[in-house]
């Protein structure tokens, strides 16, 4: 199988997530440039982290229009696995491909910490390595985090069991004070009603190489691998 | 050839944590007298266009495809010829 890794003009994230695609996790890994019409044969693409387009606009809603966009649309629409972490789950919203939308922190604040994650969905293609309400450590770093949708929407996220992931403290409760941001329902992650296109804040390629302390987001990859072999 | 005026607004329902925050400050400034501060986007373009229904058409569809987003944020424009 073939990972392929986005760069859009002002991604920081890609070097990170190709790093643990290729090197800890051994895959097949290959960067897509945000002007490539072709996915060159990847059998799933992460969109990453990053400021693509200065976030300019509203963040991800310049990125949305590349080319390579729109190869990544008519790929999620025929089933295909696409993981947009952070400023790629924001071009991810804007292209429609997830419902809602992010907006600036309630605090202001650019937060940079580990959060707990308690997954409520542990069926997806991202999250099978994952038990059944596990808290998973992983670290956010946004500015831009504070996922909104109407009340119909969030009505049938919670139908079709895809709101993933939501914030929570070291216990797993749903608390206000573990809402890094003001989303709405603590929610971190969410992904389609397939269940082949998934987005969250926090970062697992940054906490997936046991020299850094902790791997929990290698759980999300490995997930991603085993749909494949 | 216009001159395209575009407003784009944040929904009043939804909370606007920058203008609640320049808020804050004109108050602590010694003005209290001022609220609901909101932070919206003015964007404005020349279109080649002569026709005004067709420019006006065009100004729509890269409202609704690019410049506003549809789940937070209402626009209008004026449309002005050059």
């Known amino acids: ?229 | 050839m216009f001159l395209v005026k575009i407003f784009i607004k944040r929904r009043r329902s939804i909370l606007d944590p920058q203008g609640k925050a320049v808020e804050h400050r004109i108050n602590s400034l010694g003005y209290k007298n001022v609220s609901s501060v909101r932070i919206d986007k003015y964007i404005e373009l020349e279109l080649n266009e002569n026709d005004f229904t067709k420019a006006k058409n065009n100004v729509e569809k890269i409202c609704n495809d690019l410049l506003a987003n549809p789940h937070l944020e209402d626009y209008s424009f004026e449309l002005t010829k050059k």
Not at chain 1, 19 to 30: A, N, R
Not at chain 1, 89 to 98: H, V
Not at chain 1, 158 to 175: A, L
Not at chain 1, 208 to 225: A, E, V
Request: net charge neutral; aromatic share 10%; proline share 4%.
């Open chain 1, 1 to 229: 199988m073939k990972f392929g890794v986005v760069v859009f003009p002002g991604s920081n994230c890609d070097y990170d997530a190709y790093f643990i695609m290729k090197k800890i996790l051994g895959v097949e890994t290959t960067f897509l440039f945000h002007k490539d019409t072709s996915l060159k044969d990847c059998n799933a693409v992460i969109l990453p982290g990053g400021f693509s387009y200065g976030d300019y606009l509203r963040t991800g809603s310049i990125a949305r229009f590349s080319p390579i966009m729109n190869e990544v649309i008519k790929f999620a629409n025929n089933g295909g696995l696409v993981l947009g972490i952070c400023n790629g789950f924001q071009i991810l919203c804007e292209s429609n491909l997830l419902p809602g939308v992010l907006m600036k922190n309630e605090n202001l604040r650019f937060r940079c910490f580990d959060v707990n994650l308690k997954v409520l969905n542990n069926q997806t293609p991202f999250t099978k390595e994952c038990g059944p309400g596990e808290i998973l450590t992983i670290p956010i770093a946004h500015g831009e985090g504070n996922y909104f949708a109407n009340k119909e929407t969030i009505k049938e996220l919670e139908d079709n069991d895809q709101i993933v992931f939501k914030y929570c403290n070291e216990y797993g409760e749903i608390t206000n004070d573990s809402n890094p941001n003001g989303s709405v329902m603590n929610i971190a992650g969410v992904c389609n009603q397939r269940k082949n296109v998934f987005g969250l804040m926090p970062h697992p390629e940054r906490c997936s190489d046991r020299t850094l302390g902790n791997t929990d987001g290698l759980k999300i990859f490995k997930s991603i691998i085993n749909n494949f072999n």
